[in-house]
């Protein structure tokens, strides 16, 4: 048995498709801090198929306890943590004692049940302001606000695990930019308030909800002078996390992999390829550049296809139209 910590949120819900199609079995755990059970309702309509939740607190041993104790767990996915960059730099206190707390809760209660594997949700964020691209996992790590340091004390933490005990097979899957939804429309990403990342700015933009998109910054040293980064369809990342399980149990090392597609798109051309996968008209205004953001991010994808024969497989096309599919059925998200 599978569990999938977070599953109830954006990556995590269409990773329970993946881990299903694939016949593994799975429990979700969440507290639903940023996310609603209606996600797992529309899941189980996609796979046909009861979902086994428990809602809890990673942070709460007794939550987790009794997650192992219902269920024989083998491998965890851990997905649940808070991710809203902007809000890491006003509770600094609140996304470490969340992210990193919760996880050595998490390490705790599996080291007590001898549960040994693990695959972490890590982000591009720990490569900081990478000296070059397209980026390979060895480049050398820093972070520039809490949420990053959460995200690299965790990678960190999970080394030093593995160094104390070698039966430990642990997978460190670093995502590039995810967007895109399930092709079924019905779930996706449904942020809190206003957005911060880009691709639900654009979507709410182009279905009526904002006026028009900010874009940070047209001086950056890129190919029309607005930030690059290495969108990837939601569906391919949630296969990753398939691969990585299957691969896992042969592990003799950490395995540290980027799961990006290699290609690096602008915002302008995000805007673009949105405009035409949806027929709307997104307005932006140039706006000064946001702190802390880098001119470029983009991955080398090749160790993860050489190690886990994974690679993304959806173009840019599908990421908007399956976004603007899940947008513009859902206006207002879950609660529409
Ligand atoms: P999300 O917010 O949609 O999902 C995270 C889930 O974790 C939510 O359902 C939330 O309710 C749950 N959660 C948070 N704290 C919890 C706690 N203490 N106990 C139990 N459940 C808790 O985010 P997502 O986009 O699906 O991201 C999943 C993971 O991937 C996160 O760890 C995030 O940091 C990481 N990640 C996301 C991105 C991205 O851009 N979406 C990029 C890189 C890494
Ligand atoms: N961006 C933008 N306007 C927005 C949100 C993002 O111009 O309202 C830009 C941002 O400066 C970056 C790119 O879009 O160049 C992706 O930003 P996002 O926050 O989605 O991802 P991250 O910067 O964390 O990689």
């Not at 007794?62 to 767990?73: L, P």
């Not at 980026?135 to 999970?158: H, M, Q």
């Amino acid at each position: 048995m599978v569990l999938v910590t977070g599953g109830a949120g954006y990556i995590g819900s269409h990773t329970c498709i993946a881990l299903d199609e694939a016949g593994f079995d799975f429990v979700v755990f969440d507290n639903l801090c940023n996310s609603s059970q209606e996600s797992l309702k529309r899941v189980e309509k996609i796979i046909n198929k009861k979902i086994k939740f428990i809602e809890g607190d990673i942070r709460s041993k007794e939550d987790m306890q009794k997650v192992f104790t219902t269920y024989k767990i083998d491998s965890v996915i851990h997905f649940a943590g808070l991710k809203a960059v902007g809000e890491s730099v006003e509770l600094p206190l609140k996304y470490y004692d969340n992210n990193i707390n919760g996880t050595l809760v998490l390490l705790d209660v599996m080291k007590e049940y001898k549960c040994k594997k693990i695959v972490f949700s890590s982000s591009a964020t720990v490569y900081g302001d990478p000296h070059t691209t397209p980026i390979k996992e060895d480049f050398p790590l820093s972070c520039t606000n809490p949420y990053g340091r959460t995200k690299l004390f965790i990678e960190e933490i999970l080394r030093d695990v593995y160094r104390a005990d070698n039966d430990f097979k642990i997978v460190l899957l670093r995502y590039f930019n995810p967007v895109g939804a399930h092709e079924s429309g019905t779930i996706g990403e449904d942020p809190n308030g206003k957005p911060n990342n880009l691709m639900p700015f654009i979507a709410q933009t182009a279905v009526g909800k904002r006026e028009f998109l900010s874009v940070f910054g047209d001086d950056y040293d890129t190919v029309d002078g607005t930030g690059v980064r290495d969108y990837i369809h939601v569906v391919d990342l949630a296969q990753g996390h398939v691969n990585s399980l299957q691969k896992i149990a042969a592990l003799d090392s950490v395995l540290t992999v980027n799961l990006g597609t290699g290609n690096g798109y602008s915002v302008l051309e995000m805007v673009s390829a949105f405009e035409k996968a949806s027929g709307k008209k997104v307005a932006y205004k140039i706006a000064p550049r946001r702190e802390g953001d880098i001119a470029a991010c983009f991955a080398d994808p090749s160790y993860a296809k050489e190690v886990l024969q994974w690679q993304a497989t959806k173009e840019l096309n599908e990421m908007c139209e399956d976004s603007w599919r899940w947008q513009s059925n859902n206006p207002n998200g879950y609660s529409s």
